[in-house]
């Protein structure tokens, strides 16, 4: 579903942004390879990408690639020359804007704390407010499991939160990138690492880390809830998953800790930015869906019941996919929903 849902998600965010004048960019983007060892892994995600019927992709050798990223070191690359970039904010605006023309509300600042199931409806409690309704569909990211317990059911999954902390460069260091420049995931851990990425408005930002959240919502390094600690070190899927990457775990944490180590990360790539050229940038927090036996979700999730339909997992890049899975919600809401009305008028 991602690789479907990313090639066609993309193409119909760019349509978007030229219908709506949002800005965007085309600008490619190149995963190195920074070592022998790497090529062969490099060589399948490339046959991956072909599979996945990916626009514009080849790999290049060094020469090719000083020729488009004149900073980055490394022995060969793959350039995806149809990967772009937006501003994600103002094509969430725009979603708003449209959802309120056509009648709908988006309510801001509540937090939900009751979903209680009738005959017929739903009575969705929050904290300043009850909402009655025939159905229920929820993208609750962070919170998603949780609601869908509300809601009567049981999933076997949890979300664990990991905090992705950012650094941008000075305005005297952006000439060192180019465009998008990523290294060659790890195949057996679902975050992509440390790579650098220009955005529309001309910036430089560099990152994600993938550090562990002690609470599901905290931006800061020090943020801390028992619940959500307690949900998180007391889940068996969560004590696989350590046991088997904790080098890893362990290795992020430092680079939380230590802009040193963060900046080395980043040389692996473009070995002329130093510690002097990063600002720190604001974090973002990804909900990592992780089954009981200790692995990653690395694809779409969804469970649903009568009039109920709940997306529990919802990977990177979710953003690029999100108008296709937007399609897909409402495609299995009429599927399976009991309103028989609303499907004739759909079709």
């Avoid at 062969?40 to 050798?61: A, C, M, P, V, W």
């Avoid at 739903?122 to 499991?145: E, W």
């Avoid at 005297?172 to 440390?194: M, Q």
């Avoid at 930002?205 to 998180?232: H, Q």
């Amino acid at each position: 579903m991602k690789a479907n849902y990313c090639r066609e998600g993309k193409q119909q965010l760019v349509e978007f942004c030229k219908k709506h004048n949002l800005p965007y960019e085309m600008c490619g983007k190149v995963i190195v390879a920074t070592d022998t060892s790497q090529l062969h892994q490099l060589k399948q995600l490339y046959e991956r990408g072909l599979t996945n019927s990916i626009e514009d992709i080849r790999i290049i050798d060094d020469e090719q690639l000083r020729e488009i990223e004149p900073y980055c070191r490394g022995i060969a690359a793959i350039k995806v020359g149809s990967a772009g970039i937006v501003n994600f904010q103002s094509v969430c605006r725009k979603l708003a804007e449209l959802i309120r023309e056509d009648g709908g509300n988006i309510i801001l600042n509540e937090e939900l704390m009751a979903v209680r199931t009738e005959d017929d409806h739903f009575n969705i409690s929050t904290t300043t407010s009850t909402f009655t309704t025939r159905s229920l569909i929820n993208c609750g990211g962070l919170q998603a499991d949780r609601i869908a317990k509300m809601a009567g059911h049981k999933p076997d999954l949890k979300i664990i939160p990991f905090r992705g902390e950012y650094y941008k460069l000075k305005d005297d260091a952006r000439s060192k990138v180019n465009g998008l420049i990523y290294p060659l995931p790890d195949e057996n851990f679902p975050f992509l690492g440390v790579h650098c990425t220009k955005t529309v408005h001309g910036e430089v930002e560099c990152g994600p880390n993938a550090v562990l959240s002690l609470a599901r919502e905290s931006y800061s390094k020090w943020g801390f809830r028992f619940s959500d600690s307690w949900d998180t070190f007391t889940y068996k899927g969560f004590q696989k998953l350590a046991s088997q990457y904790w080098k890893i775990g362990m290795e992020e944490m430092k680079r939380s800790y230590s802009k040193k180590s963060f900046t080395k990360a980043i040389q692996e790539l473009i070995p002329e930015i130093v510690s002097e050229d990063l600002i720190p940038h604001t974090p973002g927090i990804r909900a990592t869906a992780i089954s009981p036996d200790g692995k990653m979700l690395d694809d779409f999730e969804f469970i649903s019941s009568e009039n109920q339909l709940h997306v529990l997992s919802a990977p990177s890049p979710a953003a690029t996919s999100s108008l296709k899975l937007g399609e897909e919600i409402a495609r299995k809401a009429l599927r399976e929903f009991n309103f028989e009305s609303i499907k004739q008028e759909a079709s």
